[in-house]
C-alpha cells in the first residue's frame, strides 16, 4: 500500500506521523521552515501564500500551544482559520467523526488540523478523504493518542539542527515519561531516519515501552548514566492525566531520580542543550535552574515550532 | 545568439551610473538578481547596501506549481521605510516577479521610491510594469526560458533552456 501521507508523485498531502516519511522530505521541510523563520522579524508579519484558504483547528483533545502556533502559523500565511473546540460541539450530540469532517468540508474547508485521544484519529480522516476523491483536502496530524505528534517532532529536529547543525555525530537522550509521549515517539522516528547515531530513552522501567529497542534506541534507567556525554538532552512532561494506575510513587521520588536539575545536567555535554516541548512541571521533571538556564532552548523551540507549521502548511497546500 | 551577459552587465551600469541616487539601497531578486545586486552595488558610484528577496512566497503562481523545493531568505539588513530602493532582476519577464518583489518590499515597510533595474528585457510583460534600467532588450522564442548562471569564478553566463514546463514555472519570468 501507499504511504498514505504521500501523493502519487512521492509529494507530501497529509502529515500524519514521521513514520515512514522519507529522509528528504524530512529535510525538505526543515530547509522551507528556514526563510519562515523571519517573517516574524518583520513589521508585516505575513505572507500571502495562504490567502482564501480555510483551515480547520479541529481539536477533540485540549491544547493551548499547539492549537495557539498553528492558528498563529496559518494567520501568518493569510489563511483564513476556524477553531473548532469539538468537546462543546456535535460530538456529544452523538454525531461521528467523519460525519463532522463530511459537513465542514460542505463549508469548503482545505485543510484539517486534527487533535483527537484517540490513536489514528488523523488517519481515519485522511483515508476517508482519499477514499471519496477529496484530494485537495488535507490533514495534518497535531497530536493522537500516545501515536503521533510530527510537527513537535519536525521543531524538535529543526531546533537540534539549528544548534548542532549536523545530526550524524550526536547523542541524543530522551528522559522521563516515554510509555505516554508520542511527542518522544515522533522525535524518535525523525531522528533515527535522518541518521543520528545514539538515541537514548531515559526513565523508570514503568514509563518505558517495552518495543523502544526495536526502534534502535538505548534504553537507561539510571539518569546519570543515560544522560552521559549528551549533545541533546529532551525531557518530557510528566502526564498525570493519561496514568492509570501505579506508575510511580510520587512526583517527589521522580524528581529526586529523573528530574533534570544542574547537578545531573554536568553528566552531559558543557555544550549540550535541554529541551522541553512544554508545559513544564517545573520540581517533576525540570529544575527551575535549569529550565531557566542559557542551556535550555524551551522558548526557542516555541518560535521555531511556528516556522515550522508554516512550512508544513504551505507544502501541503502547494501539493 | 545571446549577448555576454558581461558586457550587458557593464552596459547596464553604465546607464545606472549618473541616474542612481548615491543612498540608494540595492535590493537582488534570488538567484540572479543576488549576484547582480552584489556586482551592481561595487560599480555604481555611492554607498549602495544590499539585501535579498526570494518572492517564493508572493507569487501567484503558488496555485499551480506549489512551492519550489528550494525558497532562499529574505535579508533586508537595513529601514526600508522610505528608502530608495533599486530592485535588480536577471530578466524582466511577465512583471509577476516584479510585482511579487513590490509586494514584500511594502511588508517591510513604505519605500520612498522604488526603481527596477534589469539586466535583459525579454518583452511579453502581462502587467503595467517597466524597467528603470535594462542592460539589453532581447527576443526570445515564448517557450524559452532565459536563464543567469554563475561559474566558480563569478563568470555570468546568459543561456536558454526549454521549453519551459509553464509559463509561469520558469526561474526566468521576471
New interface residues.
Partial sequence: MRNPQLDAHG?LTHLLTLEGLPADVIV?IL??A??FT??AE???K????LRGKAVFNLFFENSTRTRTTFEIAAKRLSADVINLNIGASSTTKGETLLDTVDNLCAMNADMFVVRHAQSGAPHLIAAHLNRTGRTHVHVVNAGDGRHAHPTQGLLDLFTIRHYKRDFRNLTVAIVGDVLHSRVARSLIHGLTTLGTPEVRAVGPQTLLPTALSALGVRVCNDMREGIKDCDVVVMLRLQNERMHGALLPSAGEFFKHYGLTPEKLAYAKPDAIVMHPGPMNRGVEIDSAVADSDRAVILPQVTFGIAVRMAVL??L??? | MLPDAEQTLNLLADRMRGAVAFDALFVGIHSGGAWLADRLAKLIPGDHPVGYI?V???RDD??R???K???????LPFEVEGATIVLVDDVLNTGRSARAAI??L????RPGRIELAVLVDRGGRELPIEATYSGARLAVARDLSLVLSRGADGTLVLATEGPARDDMAGGSDA
Fill in positions: 509529494e525538505r530547509d522551507t528556514v526563510p523571519s517573517i518583520r513589521d508585516v505575513k505572507v500571502p501564500l504551505s507544502m497546500a502547494g501539493n | 526570494d517564493s512566497f508572493y503558488f496555485r506549481t506549489g512551492l523545493p528550494e525558497v532562499k531568505r529574505t535579508e509586494n514584500e511594502f511588508d517591510y515597510g
